[in-house]
């Protein structure tokens, strides 16, 4: 096993103060599913945010620690955001996509890199949405609207979004959350074909998914880092009270 | 007074109350309504082709209004021109770039001021900069300017309302995906405020083709014997020139002031028309 | 931030706009400045705020004008406020769809007439009547001005408190009526009230908007520049400020007195509006800051 992502110490605060991270120390293990749990409002969502730095977008007020990415420091002011996003890409709980075609929804992040070569964007299309194995439901629907396709089909839509750039890391946030059990099923499904060719850092929608899907895992709540184990360990056998309270039901 | 007896008289109360506010409601729409039937009824009768393409003859109580046409469309043309860049600009910045601070409050407080200004001191500001400080003479191009500042609130505010209106998950997920912000504005969000951003265009210069009082010493001419040849050019409107022919020239024909009226409320209530058709189609068609 | 090449220029054209309003009413206010404060060193002071404003004599005392100016947007907002917030209460509270399908149009219409087609009518039509059914030796007058400013100032007050009265939580409503009052009691005790200050906004907006315009009131005031003699003023002729202004300024000589003075009433205009806007936005944020305190 190798460490793609390091985070160290990190501590982070909102403006308003009101989901925050507490000295959070964690290693993202290349191609694996790395779990991140824990009930909502623990600093799941904070903390993949900021690996690729889309709390920028947000009103923080402090930032302490480091996030190495190849042994950069992703938080240095210096780093491309810019190529950091492309390579760390995310999927966000609700299916969002953007208002265009299927075929402009998946190309968008290419365009912005000032790909415009139609042979090119046509491979990378396919390509990508035969990852997300969407492909074959929606190869002749190319030109509709992102929005006209079903729910668990605009979730691989923006899955396969961010799979046109080739990125190292896919992170999804509670990426089925919105979707039915089959859908659920084939996301799962994917990801685990996924992860011998990038890493993928899953917040599951519930503790089962988490379990079904976990490589690696760590057990969030109010911010902090509870606990971290290889494999599933921390539904089998966990350490601490908290985690296991929260894996045998008792709260959540 | 017993409960049941007091419920009567508050119920007794309630119904005449709302029937009050449904007359008050009825004395401010009829009105509206039946002045626009009726200037449609009197001036009708005046226009004919030659109304609209003719040179006002006999000192304007005879003939057309044709440069009037023509000048309040130069108007309009020039207004758009500096209003429509600069206020979706700034629209622009202040929905998606100005982060809260004082400098963007002081933003705030001066577009709220623009837009309370009252028109006739447009016109002395006009006067006093483009007129005699920059020395553009009363011509087109000043009035025009003075037109703009006069509308850059409208458009700013409408281009502000529409962009706010996008979700903010377009945002976030074109970020994601290695968007700029001008990226993002460029390709999301300001293609799909567009709807807004055009109905507020069209609104701002609906206001400022209906204004007098910024043109009366910018730019507006009594009466030109010619249509004008250049943006350094005086020209006549269609709002100034009612102004004159109601109050200004003895023995005006009343079907000519009626008519002239018609003519401004076609184009003001046309703009109107297309503005709301805009935007109840693109609220019909939107995809979220 | 960052930026992809050429991005660099046209965020700066974009903050540039940004900032541009502040650099338009600093060149308001400077130019306003530049041509009225002279007016200062010209006419006494005394005599500026004298009674009496006749500029062929060199008579500029602005005082009728200003009183021209509160007299009429008075008026107006004795039959603005009313009319406007019942319409508004009417629209937002108790009228059923298709009819505000029809009346939401016609505030809209009502608020596109340019003042000068509102002025129009009120030579043409308004005057006249007012003339032949009040008795006045002319129609033209403060009263006029008031009731067309009062239609002219409706539209404002309409939208504002209608937008109002719609952040209203629902809930609220629901409270008074589960507590057995009915819908006129609900009305007056529970959600005009909560709207309070986005109503107060609006007449504010309202009482802006009147005391600029001026084609209309230019043209049906009579345009008299005298202080009241008697209780009936609002049946005589009147001049506002606004309407000095336009009416004046095609003829003065550029750099005379009566030009700068003319332009002094421009800064007291803009003084005005300026101190409408900014208590009215202020009441809007804090109304806004309630909400947002009432609804989290």
Known sequence: ?252 | MDNSNYAQVSKRKAIVGVNLLRLITFITAVPVIGVIVYIIVRGAPALSWEFLTAMPRDGMRAGGIMPAIVGTFYLAIGTAIFSVPLGVAAGIYIAEYASDNRLTRLVRIAIINLAGIPSVVYGLFGLGLFVLFLNFGTSILAASLTLSIMTLPVIISTTEEALRQVPNSFRVVSTSLGGTRWQTVKNITLPQAMPGVVTGIILGLERAVGETAPIMFTGASFFLPMLPQSPMDATMALPYHIFVISTSVPGMPVQIQYGTVLVLLVFVLGMNVIATVIRNRARARRQW | MEMVKGERWITWIIRISGYSSILFVSLILIFLAREGLPALGKVPLGDLFGTRWYPIESYFGIWPLIYGSVLVTVGALLIGIPFGIGTAVYLSELAPAWIKNILKPVIEILAGLPSVVLGFLGIQLVAPSFREFLNLPTGLTAFTGAVLLGFIAIPTIVSISEDALNTVPAMYRQGAMALGANHWQTIWGVTVPAARSGLLTAVMLGVGRAIGETMAVMMVTGNAPVLPSSWNALFLPARTMTATIASEMGEVATGSDHYHVLFFIGIVLFLISLAVNLTASSLALRSKKRAERLLS
């Open chain 1, 1 to 252: 096993m190798s460490v793609l992502i390091s985070v160290k110490n990190l501590t982070l605060m909102y403006s308003d103060g009101v989901e925050s991270l507490h000295d959070i120390s964690i290693d993202v293990v290349a191609n694996a599913v790395n779990v991140f749990f824990g009930p909502s409002g623990g600093g799941k969502s904070t903390l993949l945010r900021a690996i690729n730095r889309l709390n920028d977008l947000a009103d923080v007020s402090t930032v302490e620690g480091q996030i190495l990415f190849n042994g950069q420091n992703v938080l240095d002011p210096s780093v491309n955001v810019i190529e950091l996003r492309r390579k760390v890409g995310m999927v966000f709980s609700r299916p969002a996509p953007l208002p265009l075609t299927v075929y402009e929804n998946v190309i968008y992040g290419l365009r912005l890199m000032g790909e415009n070569n139609k042979s090119v964007l046509d491979d990378r299309v396919e390509q990508a949405l035969r990852q997300a194995v969407l492909w074959d439901e929606v190869y002749d629907r190319l030109n509709d609207p992102g929005t006209s396709l079903s729910g668990g089909q605009q979730q691989r839509l923006c899955i396969s979004r961010v799979l046109a750039l080739d990125p190292e890391v896919i992170m999804l946030d509670e990426p089925t959350s919105a979707l039915d059990p089959v859908s659920t099923a084939k996301i799962e499904e994917m990801l685990q074909e996924l992860k011998s060719r990038i890493t993928v850092i899953l917040v599951p929608h519930n503790m089962q998914q988490a379990a079904r899907t976990a490589d690696y895992s760590g057990f969030f709540l109010q911010g902090k880092l509870v606990e971290y184990a290889a494999g599933k360990g921390l539904f089998v056998n966990p350490r601490e009270k908290q985690t296991q309270d929260y894996v045998t039901g008792r709260f959540g």
